[in-house]
């Protein structure tokens, strides 16, 4: 059953050929048997599960089904779950028991769904291999030895190796497209304000934003349909109607106009991926897609703009965790600030500590003109790419990564050659348009993924297209050897 979709499984248990007991059994047991080697999960939570289960199968009985009634997902553990550990990937939370539930969270209990657990991520979303975890690294199914990509790694690991049917991710800087191209992946980044964030423990609050990692675009619209829409709780969120992500799946892609940055396929892309970028090309114009060449000017001063404001806002996000009001706290302490400094220090690890710093620096007295708000004039302008782009194409198609997963390891002491392999997908995240990333392909059994960027508000669009893609190509339905 774990080789389904999630449209499959979801028409096997309304046909009832499956109860949401058994699926759910079947995937805890493939979690016992996998999850030791790949360690995607923080926490499993099997019983539960199989109370969430049985009742799914009551409602399925009764006749007051959803489509994803019954269907088991985990969840990133930045997202709060009432009376279950929500760590951050942090020491610094390793004690936190949310006392509610998010909104995404809320939305698919309402929906009859299944958590089967909290998937392993980069300390507070900080990272994009998940190798930052307190928990240690994730794995990459694909070859143990390799990164999932972060910083929602273990949600892409633990659906690539059929650990759970989908999960859900956060892309702050890319933290869902990334994962998405190394595991061969689809995940969907929504336009900022689509998802509520409330009850999602934030990074950098301008710039987060929730969405799905599943198999194929179809499964990321039935979890697209559950996630979106407007949240009172979200000061954030857009009172913006919610489409009908699945009834667009099938138009046709004929007169499509897709944009291929050019400053995208410039140096440091590796050749593999290019190469598979240039086929998909075809395929879309195959469906009847036209393909122009466009410019977003401001692209290389992405990453610079990126690492000044996002962590000018996690400086401010995370003062909340000072070892007073909850999280971890340090041992006697011999005064107020002694308990700051040390519970701080003993409860981040290295990366988030060198981001609150670079944050505080950027937004201290002196600096802040001449970091912070130049980094905000910037984003201004890579917007207005974005919008002038928009005015020639419909959407715009480039790498999500320079590279296939690189080695757990390779990076770690090298922070700035880490942050580059972010370098396609910050754009996005700063100008506050959807993307949606996708497989395109394999070198040398490593995944290889591409994104499609559209404008605001244009998920179905970009399911859509996807979807067309995936109807005359097999990348997505393919699986890691031995799992």
């Known amino acids: ?46 019983e539960l599960a199989l109370e969430q289960a049985r009742a799914a199968d009551a409602r399925i009985a009764a006749g007051n089904a959803g489509p994803l009634t019954g269907i088991p997902l985990a969840h990133k553990d930045l997202f709060c779950t009432q009376g279950v550990r929500t760590s951050c990937g942090s020491k610094m939370l390793d004690n936190f028991i949310a006392p509610y ?12 769904t299944v958590m089967l657990g909290k998937t392993n991520m980069d300390e507070f979303a900080m990272g994009s291999s998940s190798e930052s975890s307190y928990y240690g690294p ?4 694909w070859d143990t030895d390799r990164v999932p990509g972060g910083s929602s790694g273990g949600s892409a690991s633990a659906v690539a190796a059929r650990l759970c049917a989908a999960a859900t991710g956060t892309d702050t800087g890319g933290s869902i497209r990334q994962p998405a191209g190394f595991t061969a ?32 675009a179809e499964d990321c619209a039935l979890m697209m349909q559950v996630m979106a829409g407007f949240d009172e709780k ?10 009908d992500y699945s009834a667009s799946l099938n138009d046709s892609l004929k007169g499509l106009r897709i944009g291929l940055p050019k400053e995208y396929f410039a140096g440091g892309l590796d050749a593999a991926t290019a190469e598979a970028i240039q086929q998909a090309v075809k395929e879309f114009e195959a469906l009847g897609a036209e393909i122009r060449e466009i410019s977003l000017p401001n692209a290389e001063l992405a990453i610079p703009a990126y690492y000044v404001i996002a962590p000018a806002e996690a400086s401010s996000n995370l003062s909340r965790f000072d070892g007073v009001r909850f999280g971890y706290r340090c041992e006697n302490p011999a005064d ?12 981040f690890g290295n990366e988030v500590k060198r981001r609150i710093m670079v944050g505080a620096y950027a937004l201290s007295a002196g600096y802040y003109d001449a970091y912070y708000l130049k980094a905000q004039k910037i984003r ?54 959807p993307g949606i990333a996708l497989p395109a392909g394999f070198a040398n059994g490593l995944p290889l ?35």
Not at 24 to 29: A, F, N, P, R, V
Not at 101 to 112: C, I
Request: proline share 5%; charged share 20%.
């Open 185 to 216: 992946l689809t995940g969907l980044k929504p336009t900022y304000g689509r998802v509520s964030r409330w009850g999602m423990i934030a990074y950098a609050s301008s710039l987060d934003q929730g969405g799905p990692m599943a198999r194929t």
């Open 380 to 433: 201004r302008l890579i917007k207005n790419d974005f919008m002038a782009a928009y005015e020639q194409v419909d959407v715009i198609l480039c790498p999500t990564s320079p590279t296939p997963a690189f080695r757990i390891g390779e990076k770690i002491d090298d922070p700035v050659s880490l942050y580059l392999t972010d370098i396609y997908t910050i754009t996005a995240n700063l100008a506050g348009v």
């Open 234 to 243: 979200d000061s954030t969120s857009v009172d913006e109607p919610v489409a």
């Open 138 to 141: 994730t794995r990459n199914p």
């Open 336 to 347: 107020l600030t002694d308990l700051y400094k040390r519970s701080r220090s003993e409860g």
């Open 101 to 112: 539930e998010s909104t995404v969270t809320s939305r698919f209990l309402d929906a009859g």
């Open 449 to 483: 993924g591409m994104q499609l960027l559209g404008s605001y508000f244009s998920e179905a669009r970009l399911l859509n297209i996807a979807h067309q893609y995936q109807q005359v190509t097999d990348w997505h339905s393919r699986a890691p050897q031995g799992y």
């Open 1 to 46: 059953m774990h080789e389904k979709s999630l449209a499959e499984l979801s028409q096997a248990l309304q046909s009832k050929s499956i109860s949401s007991v058994e699926l759910t059994q079947h995937y805890l047991d493939r979690i016992a048997r996998f999850d030791s080697t790949l360690n995607s999960y923080i926490t499993v939570t099997p």
